[in-house]
């Protein structure tokens, strides 16, 4: 098997990106493991209960993210994103958690000051694949096309915007088609309207039989200027 080094990763927390102020990042992923030894039994078993989830992640403090994390702990339903890399295709993960430790503050006298964060979840770990990163988008275009495969109970996709234009709006669509060509695209998940720095989780209930996605993005205004990934998990 062949091995990795974790560079150039992405952390998205709630539409704010972390990645720049992170150098350290972990997803836990396990199963509660449940006695089911019968008398039967000569060796102790066990079977897999309640899945577990969590996030855990360190870096460098930044004045300019302190009140969103500061404002979030306690609070159900952030949308925290990871993705390895920023390609398209490059294998992601989506947590719906619950925020309940940040330290602002960690070092000694002359060290560079630190944050951490711990994260469980509330809801299912999802693993899906980057569809789309940018960090500045000006006018209105589409993704890279990706073959996800097709979708046999729902898909479902999470966008995070954390590049805004004030008094400006983008609009994106998740799509579909037969082939990377996309002349006959169809839209699977909208997103609504914004501007501001935000996440959004939609899913799209059904089977989809095209194996093509990528996001068309509609950007209006006087000088747009929007940074934005949108994650997908195709089920």
Do not use: C
Request: net charge negative.
């Amino acid at each position: 098997m062949g091995t990795s080094v974790l560079t150039n990763a992405l952390l998205l927390f709630d539409g704010r990106d972390l990645t720049g102020q992170s150098n350290a990042v972990g997803l836990d992923y396990g199963a509660e493991s449940k006695d089911d030894t019968s008398l039967a039994d000569d060796t102790r078993s066990n079977i897999g209960g309640l899945k577990t989830a969590g996030l855990s992640a360190e870096g460098f403090f930044d004045a300019s993210m302190d009140a969103d994390l500061f404002t979030a702990v306690g609070v159900s339903g952030s949308l925290i994103s990871v993705a390895e890399g920023l390609a398209v295709g490059d294998r992601a993960y989506n947590l719906q958690a619950l925020l309940g430790e940040y330290q602002p503050l960690g070092g000694q006298v002359g060290d560079v000051i630190g944050y951490s964060l711990n994260a469980s979840a509330r809801g299912s770990l999802e693993r899906g694949e980057l569809l789309f990163h940018s960090p500045s988008e000006v006018l209105t275009g589409v993704g890279s096309a990706l073959n996800a495969g097709a979708a046999a109970t729902q898909v479902t996709a999470i966008l995070h915007i954390f590049g805004t234009s004030p008094g400006d709006t983008l609009d994106v669509v998740v799509e579909s088609d037969v082939d990377n060509t996309f002349a006959t695209p169809a839209a699977q998940v909208t997103f609504a309207q914004t501007g501001v720095r935000s996440a959004q989780r939609v899913v799209a209930v059904g089977a989809v039989t095209d194996a093509w996605w990528r996001i068309s993005y509609t950007i209006g205004g006087v000088s747009p200027d929007f940074g934005f990934a949108v994650i997908l998990i195709v089920e």
